[in-house]
């Protein structure tokens, strides 16, 4: 139900499905963010244009020289650097709401890492050397390091994608909670999670459960900072399996030996990349309603992100984790 999880704010570039600002005039259609747009609130941002320069504009180009990068125009010869890094300066503390950011692959100003960048060669000419950050994504980057930033490239990579949507529905929650400020409810925040936390970061989890049961005057910010670290983990397919390891004790004692039999075989599977994480969900979820122990029925470890928003196409793009 799309009720049930607060709407995470998402700072996305414009021309991905929203306007065709792109420098060509068009504007990119995208599946994921169309599916994406009912369940998390966007604001948009095309640096380029908000910069003073025209639909459709001539191309950009990342330039290094004088040990540092410019934002080049060559059909016009002119310098925009000093305005993409004014308005950069301006926008950036706009976004503090946000829980993310979607950024153009391949943009000067928005690329993650895909940018590409031009250094002079040997007889004097510009030519394509590497690829870098854009100038809006290396600030963004540096202004919220603890935010999930991806581009609409690599979010077609599944895991990718499915991390992205854990982590922004999951700052989401916590934000509601932190605003409201009462320590019951983030009790209950860390008691439901406790399992998707566990998967990802065991360590984290468990002094995530110490803050909160400490309850000092700063435990919502301390708690926030642990969560930013969270999140910000390299997940792993062992930190899952000892998740999974962990909700099967609950039920252990319940089934018969074909049944454990049939359960370590998936594992196993899953651990050899050969079984989806959701074969195993499903199997630790049958559990949970045959024997109606509604501690494991609430956990987040099975329903981390709205329903309509999975979708286990995998374009093989990007880093896995």
């Known amino acids: 139900m799309k009720d049930k999880f607060s709407k995470p704010i998402i700072t996305i570039s414009k021309c991905l499905t929203f306007s ?20 998390v609130n966007f604001q948009v941002v095309c640096p380029e244009f908000e910069i003073g320069l ?16 410019h934002l080049f125009q060559p059909n016009s010869d002119r310098f925009f650097t000093k305005e993409i890094e004014d308005y950069t ?22 690329g993650l890492g895909s940018a590409k960048y031009y250094t002079k060669n040997r007889v004097g000419v510009y030519a394509p050397c590497g690829k870098t950050d854009g100038f809006f994504a290396e600030k963004v980057k540096e202004f919220y390091p603890y ?12 895991k990718i994608r499915e991390k992205f949507l854990i982590s922004i529905f999951i700052l989401a929650k916590f934000k509601e909670i932190k605003k409201r400020k009462i320590i019951k409810e983030l009790i209950e ?3 439901e999670n406790k399992f998707l936390f566990l998967a990802i970061n065991e360590s984290i989890m468990r002094k995530l459960g110490k803050v909160v049961a400490s309850n000092f005057d700063n435990v919502f910010e301390a708690y926030q900072d642990l969560l930013f670290i969270l999140i910000k983990s390299q997940w792993r397919i062992s930190t899952t399996i000892n998740s999974i390891v962990h909700i099967y004790g609950f039920f252990k004692d319940i089934l ?26 499903a199997l630790l979820y049958s559990y949970a309603v045959r024997s109606s122990n509604e501690y494991i029925l609430k ?23």
């Open 20 to 39: 065709p600002c792109r420098y060509d005039a068009q504007i990119i259609n995208n599946d994921f963010i169309e599916r994406l747009k009912p369940f």
């Open 54 to 69: 025209g639909i459709p504009r001539a191309p950009l180009r990342v330039i290094y020289f004088d040990n540092r990068k």
């Open 89 to 110: 300066q301006k926008m950036l503390p706009l976004f503090k709401d946000s829980d993310g950011f979607i950024l153009k692959e391949s943009s000067p100003s928005c």
């Open 147 to 158: 935010l999930p930033i991806e581009s609409e490239a690599r979010l077609s990579n599944f």
């Open 189 to 191: 925040f860390q008691s």
């Open 256 to 281: 018969t030996s074909s049944e454990k039999e049939y359960f370590f075989q998936l594992l196993d599977n899953f651990k050899k990349r050969k079984a989806p994480l959701s074969v195993l969900s």
């Open 299 to 321: 956990q987040t470890f099975f329903n981390p992100y709205p329903f309509d928003l999975l979708d286990i196409t995998d374009s093989g793009k990007g880093r896995d984790y």
